[in-house]
C-alpha cells in the first residue's frame, strides 16, 4: 500500500479558512468536510470516536501541526481534511503552542496497517518546515492541495 495524499485528500475536504475557532469545533468540521465527500457514512460516529481519541492524549504534535485521528466503522476508505483556523488554535499541544494546521485522517477499524502508514506519510510531509509553512500561508483549499501533492511527489522522489 502506498497511498498518495491525492488519493485520499480531496479539495472539497480542505476548509481554508476553519470557520470554528476551538478544538473540539474544528474536529467536527473536518468531519463535516469529509462527509461531505461521501467517504464518511456516519458523521456522527466519527465525530465520536475522533473526540475520545483526542481526550486520550492531544494530537497536537508541536510547531503549529495538530494530526486528529480515528477509526470508526462509518468510515469506507482512509481519508483525510485538512483545516487552517483564520487564528491558531489552542489543542494542548505537546509544545504549548497553538496550532496552525490541523490534518483529520479517518479510516475504517479494518485498515489499521493503511492508517499507521498515511499518520507516517502525513508526518514526513509536514516535517519539512517550509511545506509546513506553505500549507500555513495557502489562501485556498486548492493551493493547499497543490502544495501537499507536490510535497508528496517530492518525497516519493527521494
Same mark, same amino acid.
Given at each position: 500500500? %502506498? ?73 469506507? =476508505? !482512509?481519508?483525510?481534511?485538512?483545516? =487552517? !483556523? =483564520? ?10 503552542? !497553538?496550532? =496552525? ?6 479510516? !475504517? ?18 516535517? %519539512? ?30
Amino acid at each position: 500500500m %502506498n497511498l498518495a495524499i491525492a488519493d485520499i485528500l480531496s479539495p472539497s475536504a480542505i476548509r481554508v479558512p476553519l470557520v470554528a475557532s476551538d478544538r473540539r469545533g474544528a474536529l467536527e468540521e473536518l468531519v463535516d468536510a469529509l462527509a461531505c465527500t461521501g467517504a464518511v457514512t456516519d458523521p456522527e460516529l466519527l465525530k465520536k470516536s475522533v473526540w475520545e481519541r483526542e481526550q486520550q492524549r492531544s494530537t497536537g504534535i508541536g510547531e503549529g501541526l495538530a494530526i486528529p485521528h480515528g477509526k470508526c466503522a462509518g468510515v469506507l =476508505r !482512509p481519508v483525510i481534511a485538512i483545516g =487552517r !483556523p =483564520r487564528a491558531p488554535i489552542e489543542f494542548e499541544s505537546i509544545d504549548r503552542r !497553538p496550532v =496552525r494546521l490541523i490534518v483529520l485522517l479517518a479510516s !475504517p477499524p479494518e485498515k489499521m496497517t493503511e492508517h499507521i502508514q498515511v499518520l507516517h506519510r502525513i508526518s514526513r510531509i509536514f516535517s %519539512n518546515i517550509a511545506t509546513r509553512e506553505r500549507a500555513c500561508l495557502a489562501q485556498t483549499p486548492e493551493a493547499l492541495f497543490e502544495e501537499l501533492q507536490s510535497a508528496d511527489l517530492a518525497l516519493a522522489d527521494r
